[in-house]
């Protein structure tokens, strides 16, 4: 149980068109589902926390223009990369909330940007 | 404010030999904790958890750690390392009141055969 899928695993586009990642919880209803952010050899970076309804909070730093966030139901959370560019190439891995803290973590996406 | 600490960036074993890698947690009362692992272009895998009770606690792969709280440390430890252990391992903290988690810098493990 607590399985959650991401799609695509991988997506090269050009810059300055928009990239959708979808996360979503196969097997039971998400409370909260995050958004990080991993650059190679490093460690996870939180993006943004999303509830389904709701609007998203961002941490600081993160553009919440470039960066959308779209929780549309307990299973479902876009990412949406608006103008990508190819600073915003990386790994994209969202996450989801089944209880309170502890958090189940999705396949990741890689992002190129060209 | 809370924070985790991974002091070993890279550590490397042989196959069969005993692992210990070190966490170190800064927070005043009693931490939610994780061990995590990841394989090259993979998303995070939970190994163990902790949250209150017995202070060894058991994971998959035979994994296990202790929290020591005098020590504030959470250190991941396996007797006889596999070569499928190679990965990168994160040590994780539950943010006070909110269900945020703070991950440390992770150890990358590599293994001899």
């Known amino acids: 149980g607590a399985v959650v899928s991401q799609h695509p695993s991988r997506v090269i586009c050009k810059s300055g068109t928009s990239v959708k990642i979808e996360c979503r919880s196969l097997?039971?209803?998400?409370?909260?589902m995050f958004w990080y952010r991993q650059f190679p050899k490093q460690s996870l970076m939180l993006m943004a926390t999303?509830?389904?309804?709701?609007?998203?909070?961002?941490e600081q730093g993160v553009e919440k223009d470039k960066f959308l966030i779209n929780h549309a139901s307990l299973t479902l959370s876009t990412l949406t990369v608006t103008s990508a560019h190819p600073e915003d190439s990386s790994f994209y891995i969202c996450?989801?909330?089944?209880?309170?803290?502890?958090?189940?973590f999705g396949p990741g996406t890689r992002l190129t940007v060209l | 404010a809370q924070s985790v600490t991974q002091p070993d960036i890279h550590i490397t074993v042989s196959e069969g030999a005993s692992l210990e890698l070190r966490c170190n947690y800064s927070?005043?009362?009693?931490?939610?904790l994780f061990w995590y692992v990841q394989s090259p272009g993979q998303g995070l895998q939970l190994l163990l958890k902790y949250f209150s009770g017995d202070t060894l606690v058991q994971g998959i792969k035979g994994f296990e750690a202790e929290f020591k709280r005098s020590q504030s440390s959470f250190n991941l430890r396996k007797p006889s390392v596999h070569w499928s252990d190679a990965a990168e391992y994160f040590c994780a903290v539950g943010v006070e009141n909110t269900d945020k988690l703070i991950f440390g810098t992770g150890t990358r493990l590599q293994v001899f055969p």
């Open positions: 996450s989801a909330s089944l209880l309170a803290v502890e958090q189940f």
């Open positions: 927070y005043g009362a009693t931490p939610y």
């Open positions: 097997d039971f209803q998400a409370t909260t």
């Open positions: 999303s509830n389904e309804g709701s609007k998203a909070t961002y």
